[in-house]
């Protein structure tokens, strides 16, 4: 809420800074230009501290994901959820800082990619001053927010974007394959499409809006993640073989939950922090109609999966409303900054439609998507991005050929680069491991080992059917 003086205390106010001003210039100082060196020293905190603080609460989300996904797995797969997660924000941040953020925001404009130097670090006149060979006014006058703030808060949504294709294949791809994709994800290929977009290349100068990311963050791991679900395939026994559809219930419905609460949380980070900039009356208000947004997407998509999972899935759907929360989050994030608040309404809401719809598409095409994150993150995220131009004044023409242009490159290389993994060395693992878990047939540990896990029956695990009878061996009639 913002404060309001009380009207008794406006003259005294006036009045203060009145004699402020005169003190001021009856004592010789300059007081109009220190208070501009004041606001200059002002502005580059507020902004460098609303990327600090926004990123640290987008990384939080990597907590919301590990809860989301390891209660949404069976519970002999939790454990691997939980090392791939905390794996996936660890190689994002080295992959980012040592060559991603280069090829992203380094020497793009103009270009299709940016700078292969590696490593990135302060400016020279930030070194500077933390030597002392520098003072606050040099840094001042080239910079209006620290250096290592943005590369800060842009590196999380890389790790974003990679814990998107972990939910998706979990249960049996294997830890290393899966993080070398990561690998590949977070220093190349997301990279690239943000060079595009963000960095100021072609999609930037085509007129393509993505706010916050619906496509260029969301998108991408949708992407990446369809490209592996075809490649890997369904876990054993998910599809039966009359077609049917073999019920894996989550684990641990209270963690989920949780999951979906602290994304929701992060999201105020992801979207609120994507103004870029806290240090004047319009970034507050744009800021403000950000995160009502927001919400409201986020609210809207819950109730619209909820009230079509009965028609669509045959049952009021607990999963399907949190994944509409998350569809709807997706989906408004492409422009936040709209100024009608019913229309994010009207966003989150047909997200969550979408969302449930392909959940249950992807049933009937026989592809397992664990937490539905393909649903969630890029059918939504393709709707999010073309609702721009309906309610944020986008470019239908560019928004589509942006869609189109990062969904075939980045399939296509995501592709490609799990078929070479599961031809080389197999990204899948072996159905004695999926059988047994990959807490215990890969890591040794289980998430919960005071319980006793019964054996799955799975295919290969079924009783082989009894001999026919030998006609030789059948007893005469008497």
């Known amino acids: 809420m913002v404060a309001r003086l009380r009207p008794y205390r406006r003259p005294a106010i006036i009045l203060a800074v009145t004699a402020a001003g005169a003190a001021a210039i009856f004592l010789g100082r300059p007081a109009i230009a220190e208070a501009a060196a004041v606001d200059g020293e002002t502005e580059f905190v507020l902004n460098t501290f609303a990327f600090l603080i926004w990123g640290a609460l987008v990384m939080w989300m990597c907590a919301g994901f590990t809860m989301l996904e390891s209660g949404s797995v069976r519970t002999k797969n939790a454990s691997m959820i939980c090392l791939k997660n905390i794996g996936i924000y660890s190689i994002a941040g080295l992959a980012y800082f040592v060559i991603g953020y280069n090829l992203m925001y380094v020497d793009v404009v103009g270009d299709f990619i940016g700078s292969f130097n590696l490593l990135y670090e302060a400016s020279d006149v930030e070194l500077a001053l933390l030597e002392g060979d520098a003072t606050a006014d040099a840094v001042l006058a080239d910079e209006s927010y620290a250096t290592m703030s943005d590369w800060f808060f842009q590196m999380v949504f890389v790790a974003t974007a990679a814990s998107i294709v972990s939910g998706a294949l979990a249960e ?29 290349g072609w999609l930037h100068d085509l007129g393509f809006q993505d706010f916050a990311g619906s496509t260029i963050v969301h998108g991408v791991g949708g992407w990446a993640a369809l490209a592996g679900i075809l490649v890997v395939g369904p876990r054993l026994g998910k599809f039966r073989a009359d077609g049917s559809v073999r019920p894996t219930p989550p684990s641990n419905v209270l963690v989920v939950t949780l999951g979906v609460f602290i994304l929701w949380l992060g999201w105020f980070g992801f979207n609120g922090g994507s103004q870029l900039a806290l240090a004047s009356t319009l970034d507050a208000v744009s800021m403000s109609h950000v995160l009502v947004n927001t919400n409201l997407a986020a609210a809207a998509g819950v109730m619209a999966a909820l009230g079509v999972s009965r028609f669509v899935l045959g049952r009021m759907d607990l999963i399907a409303g949190l994944n ?80 189109a242009a990062i969904g075939a490159f980045v399939f296509t290389v995501s592709f490609v680069l799990w078929k070479v993994l599961a031809m080389t060395v197999q990204a899948r693992v072996s159905p004695e491991v999926e059988e047994l878990g990959q807490d215990a047939g890969e890591l040794g540990i289980e998430a919960y080992p005071e319980f006793v896990l019964m054996p799955e029956e799975l295919p290969s695990m079924a009783p082989p059917p009894p001999p026919p009878p030998d006609p030789e061996e059948a007893p005469s009639e008497a």
Do not use: N
């Open 324 to 403: 509409g929360a998350i569809a709807g989050l997706v989906s408004i994030t492409a422009g936040p900054d709209i100024t009608e608040h019913w229309w994010a309404i009207i966003i989150g809401a047909i997200g969550g439609v979408i969302c449930t719809l392909a959940i249950k598409l992807f049933e009937k095409l026989k592809l397992d998507d664990v937490v539905g994150a393909v649903p969630a993150h890029l059918f939504a995220g393709v709707w999010g991005t073309l609702a721009v131009c309906i309610a944020a004044g986008g470019d239908f023409g560019a928004q589509i050929t942006g869609v």
């Open 172 to 200: 049996r791809v294997k830890m290393w394959p899966f993080f070398f994709f990561t690998l590949a994800l977070t220093a190349v290929i997301y990279p690239v499409v943000g060079a595009w977009t963000w960095g100021e």
